[in-house]
Each structure stands twice: as C-alpha cells, then as structure tokens.
C-alpha cells in the first residue's frame, strides 16, 4: 500500500502519537510541476477537528523544519481521514472486517485495477487480503496494492420528514 518511507513514517508517528493522536498514514507524493506534499492522516477516538489538525501541523512543521527529512520545497497536509478513509496497513484493512472497501492495484489482474468488495480477512503471513467481489472470494497481494479506501455507509432507514 502507498506511505511514505518508514524514516518519514517513524518521524512523523513520534511527533503526532505523543500528543494523543493516532497516525493512521503518511503520503508523501509529487504534485505535479515540481511540487511535493507530504500528507498526514490522524485520528482520535472523539474525532477530529480542524483544531486537532492546526494543532498537530504547528507542532511537525517545527519538527520537519529541524530534522530537515525531505529534500526541496512540499506542502505539509494535515488531515482527519474522511469518510472514505485510506487504509495504509493490514491491520487497519483487518479493522474493517464487513464493510466494503475499494482497492486499487499497482497494474491490472484480471483485465482490472480497480476492485470494490466485502473485507473477509487478512491471510495469516498478512501478505493477502480477502475481499469478497459479487458472492465470489479473492485474494489481492498487500505489496501489490497501490491505494485502499473505506466506502462510506449512510443509514437511511429513518423517513425524511
């Protein structure tokens, strides 16, 4: 899956957890004509709000300006995940065991990248998840995935009034 180097990761995870936060992934990635970001996911168990997000960038800028780890000029984005929320693990695909998530392949299997399905599980080595696609259960390699997300639920059951 997607992240930034496990030095970036490390660094990033040793100033966001301290403050009682949950690092749930770093990205870092070009944007195009030269321009890096670097993108930080946290998270809370009683959410997060743009303060939390201020709050954790103020204290990193600092950090990232004195250890110096990325060369040239980036962005820096803190973020809470969203509710499509990116998966940056196993065990957070493991964490969402019945729900529905969408997984995007480094290259095509099967005449596709892009698959969307119920998470069954994790393989025992954690080298595979198990998404179930249509009633049919696959296996995606974790070191061939590219990106994976969350598909967000809404509850309708309530009439609109």
């Known amino acids: 899956m997607r992240r930034a180097n496990d030095r970036l990761t490390t660094l990033v995870t040793s100033v966001v957890e301290p403050m009682g936060y949950e690092t749930l992934g770093v990205e870092h990635a070009s944007a195009g004509s030269g321009q890096a970001v670097l993108r930080v996911y946290i998270d809370h168990a009683d959410g997060i709000g743009i303060e939390d997000c201020e709050t954790v960038s103020r204290q990193l800028s600092g950090v990232l300006d004195v250890e110096d780890p ?16 990116p998966l940056f693990t196993v065990e957070q695909v493991a964490r969402y065991r019945g729900h529905q ?39 995606l390699p974790v070191e061939r995935i590219e990106s994976a997300r969350v598909v967000p639920e809404f509850n309708f059951s309530q009439s609109a009034r």
Do not use: C, M, T
């Open 70 to 85: 990325i060369s040239g000029h980036y962005d820096l984005e803190v973020s809470s995940p969203g509710l499509d929320r």
């Open 101 to 139: 998530i969408r997984v995007r392949l480094e290259e095509k299997r099967d005449g596709r990248r892009n698959f969307e399905g119920e998470v069954l599980g994790v393989s025992d080595d954690g080298k595979h998840i198990e998404l179930a696609l249509d009633g049919v259960a696959i296996q």
